[in-house]
């Protein structure tokens, strides 16, 4: 338990990097949208510890790292963790295939709203692009779930 | 156990978020200098984390410098050292102009203009995203880097700041949807507004009166307008004109001349010499306005007093104006 106050910081951490750092063109328009999954998963697993404004502040820095509209990425992912603090007690027990299914249908939504604020929702490539962005999460979402589970055995 | 407990959100706090969220981006949308300082104040953690992650790499080219074989570093020394001389050489040439254009200046009741300070910056993360392109660089606050100024690279206009934190700042690429930019068309004398485009590398133009006779090729250059950017700096060069029967205007489409995706290293202009002064007041925009028709009337006032007078020593004219075509010659070789 005390083990949370450096693994969720620290995850957080690791997941706004790799949504910053490798600035490469193909990989900032395919990655997994690795800060949302994090929260998410922390929401599923310790919602006594990050709920929503955990969620929301996450956001907000994800908001000014990628320079976007500041709020934007704030909003969707409050109400992302609302939905998943909510269906918390199903999402729990659930198999990581369902789980990761409802991850990837939560962030389709998540990406089509983002789009539309960014006005770009007309655009058919870039759809395709945030669809593609999707199942990248669907199949982040299981390694996240090992990665974190491989650590928990650990420590 | 928190298994069994329900955690539903409390719909206040959700409420709250949602409503606080809603109100920032509303402010941001406004453009207001709270958000930005809260924008630049979380900023500088984001840059500080870009920075540090990005240090590996420039350890990586480091070290790749070092272990460069002696023989490849003295033939690239000597190739840099030649490129100097060049540059100094043509500086050279640059200066002895510029002492021409001021004296010229003066003498047309303007200010003499001055080499603006540029600072080197190195590029420390990529952000494209479909409302904007933009990349971070590593000089921020504390380098005098401030919002509004302009960047360039070793061929052209790159950007402008969009961002400066205390570790790093943002610069928005010329090639960003929206961004819109006041430059001239090659010798054609017509200024206007170049934009960008959502597509990489591509900006438009559009209604241009068809008798400027626009050509592939062409370049766009700053007109210096706009405050911001400094006049003269090369911008794009035209690689399409549409001409539309129907209409006077053609449509053109440019290429930038600096190589927006592949930059490494661009200088921020960090005192545009052509800028107008830091906006103080409201009194900003009128100012701006008045100064160049002040200066119209003052101009006009001396021709017209000064046009009997000009006649008399019209005999020591002549020299002046010989002595033009004279002192051109050898800059156009």
Not at chain 1, 129 to 139: A, D, K, T, Y
Not at chain 2, 74 to 91: C, D, F, H, P, S
Not at chain 2, 251 to 280: E, F, G, H, K, Y
Request: with cysteine; proline share 6%.
């Amino acid at each position: 338990m005390r083990s949370n106050w450096v693994m969720i910081p620290l995850s957080l951490l690791v997941a706004l990097i790799l949504t910053i750092e490798p600035s490469v063109p193909l990989y900032q328009h395919y990655a997994p949208q690795w800060l949302l999954l994090t929260v998410l998963y922390w929401c599923i697993r310790e919602p006594n510890s990050v709920g929503l404004g955990v969620a929301w502040l996450s956001g907000l820095v994800l908001d000014v790292a990628t320079v976007g509209l500041l709020g934007a990425n704030a909003l969707l992912f409050t109400l992302s963790a609302a939905v998943v603090l909510g269906l918390r007690q199903m999402l729990f027990f659930t198999g990581p295939v369902q789980q990761a299914l409802f991850i990837a249908g939560l962030s389709t939504v998540y990406l089509l709203l983002s789009l539309w604020m960014q006005g770009g929702i007309a655009d058919l490539t870039m759809l395709l692009h945030n669809m593609i962005r999707v199942i990248s999460n669907l199949v982040a979402w299981p390694f996240i779930l090992m990665v974190f589970n491989l650590f928990r055995r650990r420590y | 156990m928190t298994l069994f407990e329900s955690h539903r959100p409390g719909i206040t706090r959700l409420l709250v978020l949602v409503l606080l969220s809603v109100f920032l981006m509303a402010l941001d949308r406004a453009g207001s200098s709270w958000v930005k300082q809260l924008n630049s104040g979380i900023g500088s953690l984001t840059d500080g984390i870009a920075r540090i992650v990005h240090a590996p790499a420039v350890w990586g080219t480091n070290l790749s410098l070092f272990l460069q074989s002696k023989t490849e570093q003295v033939k690239r020394i000597r190739a840099l050292e030649e490129e100097n001389l060049l540059l100094k050489g043509q500086m050279q040439q640059f200066f002895d102009l510029q002492k021409q254009l001021n004296e010229l200046r003066k003498l047309l009741h303007g200010q003499s203009t001055e080499v603006p300070n540029v600072l080197l910056a190195r590029l420390i993360a990529v952000n494209d995203n479909p409302e904007q392109r933009t990349f971070t660089i590593n000089r921020g606050i504390r380098d005098g880097v401030k919002p509004g100024q302009p960047v360039i690279d070793g061929q052209g206009i790159v950007g402008q700041i969009l961002r400066s934190s205390l570790t790093g700042a943002v610069v928005l690429k010329i090639d960003s949807r929206h961004y819109a930019l006041s430059v001239a068309i090659g010798d054609t004398g017509f200024v206007g507004i170049v934009r960008g485009t959502d597509t990489r590398d591509t900006l438009t133009m559009s209604r241009i009166p068809e008798r400027f006779k626009v050509k592939v090729g062409d370049l766009l250059t700053t007109s210096g307008l706009d405050g911001v950017f400094p006049q003269g700096y090369p911008v794009a060069r035209v690689t399409q004109v549409q001409d539309e029967r129907s209409q006077a205007f053609v449509n053109i489409t440019a290429r930038p001349v600096a190589d927006l995706d592949r930059i490494s290293q661009v200088l921020v202009l960090t005192d545009p010499p052509d800028a107008p002064p830091p906006p103080d007041s409201k009194a900003e925009q009128a100012s701006v306005v008045s100064i160049p028709s002040q200066r119209l009337i003052e101009s006009t006032q001396d021709i017209v007093p000064r046009a009997p007078d000009f006649l008399a020593p019209s005999f020591s004219a002549p020299p002046a104006t010989q002595s033009q075509p004279g002192q051109e010659k050898p800059h156009a070789q």
